[in-house]
């Protein structure tokens, strides 16, 4: 019989102890993210079904909010791991450690071996293994004071990355997906800083009844709220109150070895100020340090409070649509929450099938049609696994691997008698 138990469920530390069910409009939002993954990996040119315009959109909406989706899921199933609404204590809760921080160790390993590879995708798991070790030591907060955390990182992290990187000076070329401690924390394609944000409001989510109805109706409103302040404060700041125009004349790329008196002319004005906003879409990981209205910005991978408002907010607003729509329509949903059962699995392919679809084309790579196969591909590969086996093969090495180092660690420390 395929095993059903959740991966985002603590394993049974005693006899008496049964793993919580799935929910499957969480496993949904999963399939999202990684979906949202797949576009801006393969790219623009990939997209068949979509016009030019609305390929470029759907780039442009799921850059940025599908890694920080993934990112708040990944606090999210933090918390389920360790005791859902009530955190964990004693017993389990060592055990669950053990089983995140094996879980950790695996998926930051597996990252490194996907990094060498040279597929030109800024890989997340390595990351994503660091964030689950910082997670940690706040396993015990119940979701008031999670959130709390959350929003006092979104409001102070970008000021304190802002100032920390413009005392480093220029950052070293980036020559991988992570390469150094440094860029974990401030300078790299998804910086802890930023991210950490996204998975300690996962973790309050996890620690919320999302099965009440009341709570849904808060969460949606939050989520709302978070993105009317994101666009609307960023929007404020930019245009009425002049920032994308000091911007344009401070440190706008076409401002180079030219007086800054020639920025009063209205037509190099506005080129200044094309050339600002395509830099803001083009940042990745942090905004540069040449001055502080930067910060003001709210456009995908800036790390800005704004940012990070807006993608929270999205993604509340996504999860709890797809939790609705699992428990109303739940075939329809089968195949979403079929691959967000096996999130690692389908990652770590559609890495590969890039590679395969690199080294057997001679030219340019990204076809129109490619990110439908891709998407259709995982989809059924997910469904078929499921209905014949359960979990996904990684996911099951992964439970595998932290259930055994768990077990050895309980043994050892019986001998010990501790």
Same mark, same amino acid.
Do not use: K
């Given at each position: ?31 999202? @993210?990684?979906?949202?993954? %797949? ?12 016009? $030019? ?5 759907? !780039? ?10 993934? @990112?708040?899921? &990944? ?51 390595? !990351?994503? /293994?660091? !964030? %689950? ?10 979701? *008031? ?54 998975? !300690? ?14 709570? #849904? ?11 009317? %302040?994101?666009? +609307? *404060? ?13 911007? =344009?004349? /401070? ?57 990070? @408002?807006? =993608? ?17 329509? #739940? ?40 990110? $439908? ?7 059924? %590969? ?5 209905? &014949? ?12 691997? =932290? ?11 019986? @001998?010990? +008698?501790?």
């Amino acid at each position: 019989m395929a095993q059903n138990r959740s991966d985002d469920s603590p394993r049974a530390a005693t006899d008496s102890t049964v793993p919580s069910p799935r929910i499957d409009g969480i496993d949904a939002a999963r399939a999202l @993210a990684v979906f949202g993954m %797949f576009t801006v990996h393969l790219g623009v040119a990939s997209v068949g079904l979509l016009p $030019e315009d609305g390929a470029t959109a759907l !780039y442009t909406f799921v850059r940025g909010n599908s890694s920080a989706l993934f @990112a708040l899921l &990944a606090g999210l199933s933090l918390a389920f791991m360790t005791g859902r609404t009530t955190p964990s204590d004693g017993e389990a809760l060592r055990g669950a450690t053990v089983r995140v921080v094996t879980r950790a160790a695996v998926i930051g390993l597996l990252g490194v071996l996907l990094d060498l590879m040279g597929v030109p995708v800024a890989i997340i798991l390595t !990351y994503y /293994a660091g !964030y %689950f070790l910082l997670a940690l030591p706040l396993v015990r907060l119940r979701a *008031g004071a999670l959130w709390a955390v959350a929003g006092v990182l979104a409001v102070v992290g970008p000021a304190v990355s802002f100032a920390l990187r413009s005392a480093m000076g220029a950052p070293e070329p980036r020559l991988s997906s992570l390469g150094s401690v440094t860029e974990f924390l401030l300078t790299g394609y998804y910086p802890a800083i930023t991210f950490m944000a996204f998975v !300690y409001a996962g973790m309050a989510l996890g620690r919320t009844d999302l099965s009440a109805t009341a709570v #849904r109706w808060r969460l949606l409103a939050v989520g709302a709220g978070l993105s009317v %302040f994101a666009y +609307g *404060g960023s929007w404020l700041l930019l245009h009425p109150l002049g920032g994308l125009d000091r911007l =344009a004349v /401070a440190g706008g790329p076409m401002t180079v070895g030219r007086p800054s008196t020639v920025a009063t002319d209205p037509v190099l004005l506005e080129s200044l100020r094309a050339g600002v906003e395509d830099e803001m879409y083009s940042i990745s990981g942090q905004v540069p340090t040449d001055s502080w209205w930067w910060l003001a910005v709210g456009t995908p991978h800036t790390g800005t409070t704004f940012e990070i @408002a807006q =993608a929270v907010g999205q993604a509340l607003i996504v999860i709890v649509a797809c939790v609705w729509l699992a428990e109303r329509a #739940r075939r329809l949903m089968y195949p979403l929450s079929s691959v967000g059962r096996m999130p690692l699995t389908v990652y770590t392919g559609h890495l590969f099938a890039i590679a395969v679809v690199i080294g057997l084309s001679s030219g340019e790579w990204r076809s129109p049609w490619l990110l $439908e196969w891709f998407v259709l591909g995982a989809a059924v %590969f997910a469904v078929l696994w499921r209905i &014949a086996v359960g979990r996904g093969p990684l996911e099951s090495l992964l439970g595998v691997i =932290a259930d055994g180092v768990d077990v050895s660690v309980a043994e050892a420390r019986q @001998a010990r +008698g501790g």
